[in-house]
């Protein structure tokens, strides 16, 4: 699982929006271990499901503007999430 959140450190979210709204910068921080993991079968599409739960996360955007009639905000981001959970599932086929 360890490593699983290493390539979610290391993922690269493309920048959104237009010239008038925009984010830009996109990255996702996980500062912590998962402790509650649970490895589970799903039946019904023949697969293995592992998911850590209740991680803590933060989301940043170096640089947004959004604009609405004359009001222009401008700035960077930061969005702290308490309870996450990410989930991993491996399909096979015969």
Known sequence: MDTILDVLNNLTIP???DSKDYLHGNHISVQQNAKDVTLVTDVANNALKLTAKNLSANFYTDSFRSHSWIFVAT????????????GLGLSFKT
């Open 15 to 17: 920048d959104v929006g």
């Open 75 to 86: 700035g960077h981001l930061e969005v702290i999430m308490d309870s996450v959970d990410i």
